[in-house]
């Protein structure tokens, strides 16, 4: 006999065939999901002039709200002139890094406003909130774009690569979130090729219709199956499509996912605290969300550089009246395209986060993926090393820690050591550590490069 708990989940199970469970289950915790899409509707349905004119109203009527009814932004802000975009400061992670109540406008409190916390990726987590409204325009944003390859949050089944609370009440809650939103969760915590193979027989066995999570346990999925000589839409016809986020995307990567899944693969780039910030669209674009957010790219003086040039990314939610977040440097490096507009920017390329810029002994500074880069054509090269990541120890100092079924061969060692060289500068020690695995942060996340050391040193 079933006990009462599985008993709900099944019930659940079978309702989520009938209704619209994924937006009822938003309606239910007061987000207005079918009042945002309709908004949404409305905002893409602009033309340009229009657009341009939406666009500029909601970045002065959010500045305006906050500064009338958010108390910390009035102090942050204080010599702010409303009429001068630029003169706006600039916040960061930091600025946030405080007890929620404090950042609160008038009239939002914990019990009427969604409340979460970022993965601390970026090494400065911090609590946040959203107003229900805005809420339900970030999914509402979401599914529009999953949209765009006939994915439908309410009917479609997803292949799940995400983490998973270890806790029970937490692990319960994703379990039953992933029952509402048709969702297999699959464990990247565990990468062997027994795991894999188990993930196999789900795929033979459930009609999934595409794959969304971290891009390093897909690639290594990829790479099982290259081994296994098999392609994922021959043994699940109904794979559709498959959508990585979080983490760096390579070519090379990509080449491999769509080759042995036979499906396309699609980038996503998002933050919690934010929304949707770019989703590559059928012409592959990387297509900026400008309907709930406005992009910006600042020099180090937090100069609007031009369409084309290299800087900061720094975002405004134009729609958060729970919490400011105007001129929000993410901390992520990019490039909008110069074909970009108002309407429909484009980013070109995201470079890294400005905490992974690695600074070598004659004080050049080098984005840490480039070691990445560097590295991962020569260490890969003949399947054996399955994942690997980069530390910066000292400033003149490398640790290239990696997962193999052997140690890399004398010729490789020399070989990623002179690439090194050759792209960076002189005098540079590269040693190498192989591991059975490699630390994941809680979410599930892998952290490509890190520097171990500070600035100033």
């Known amino acids: ?71 910390f932004y009035k102090e942050f802000a204080k010599s702010t002139n409303t009429l001068d975009w630029n003169s706006i400061p600039v916040m960061t992670k930091q600025d946030l890094q405080q007890p929620l109540n404090s950042l609160l406008s008038d009239g939002f409190t914990k019990n009427n406003i969604y409340i979460d916390k970022t993965s601390g990726a970026s090494g400065t987590p911090f609590v946040f909130s959203k107003d229900k409204f805005c809420h339900a325009l970030t999914w509402s944003v979401i599914q529009d774009r999953f949209g765009w390859y006939d994915i439908n949050f309410n009917t479609s089944n997803q292949a799940r690569f995400y983490g998973i609370p270890l806790d029970k009440k937490g692990y319960y809650i994703e379990k039953l979130k992933d029952l509402v939103s048709n969702r297999t969760r699959f464990n990247v915590f565990d990468l062997s090729d027994i795991a894999f193979n188990n993930w196999l027989k789900v795929f033979k066995n459930k009609p999934l219709e595409y794959i969304n999570g971290y891009t390093s346990p897909i690639v290594q999925f990829a790479k099982y199956l290259q081994r296994t000589n098999i392609v994922l839409n021959t043994i699940c016809k109904s794979l559709r499509v498959c959508i990585v986020t979080s983490e760096m995307l390579f070519e090379a990567d990509k080449q491999l996912m769509e080759s042995q899944f036979g499906v396309p693969v699609v980038n996503e780039y998002g933050a919690s605290e934010l929304d949707l910030i770019a989703f590559q669209n059928q012409n592959s674009e990387w297509q900026v969300n400008s309907e709930t957010l406005f992009v910006e790219v600042l020099d180090e003086q937090n100069n609007v550089l031009p369409l084309g040039e290299e800087g900061r990314l720094v975002i405004t939610s134009l729609y958060n009246k729970s919490q400011p977040f105007i001129r929000y440097d993410i901390g992520d490096i990019g490039v909008l395209s110069k074909n970009s507009t108002l309407k ?52 003149d100092t490398f640790k290239i820690i990696y997962v193999s079924n052997k140690t890399l061969s004398k010729e490789k060692v020399v070989k990623i050591k002179s690439e090194m060289e050759h792209y960076l500068e002189s005098g540079l020690h590269i040693f190498f550590e192989k591991q059975d695995s490699l630390q994941r942060s809680k979410s599930g996340k892998l952290k490509q490069f890190s520097s171990l050391i500070t600035t100033n040193q």
């Open 1 to 71: 006999m079933l006990r009462i708990h599985e008993y709900f989940l099944f019930t659940l199970q079978k309702l989520s065939f009938l209704l619209k469970l994924f937006d009822l289950s938003l309606k239910l915790k007061g987000f207005p999901i079918k009042e945002a899409k309709a908004h949404l509707e409305i905002i893409q349905n602009k033309n340009d002039d229009d657009f341009k004119s939406y666009l500029e109203t909601k970045k002065q009527d959010i500045i305006t709200y906050h500064l009338k009814h958010n108390s």
């Open 344 to 395: 429909k920017p484009i980013l070109e390329k995201l470079v890294g986060r400005t905490n992974d810029i690695a600074i070598l002994p004659s004080g050049k500074k080098a984005a840490g993926l480039t070691f990445y880069y560097i590295t991962k054509s020569i260490i890969e090269d003949g399947g054996n090393v399955k994942e690997f990541v980069v530390e910066q120890v000292k400033p």
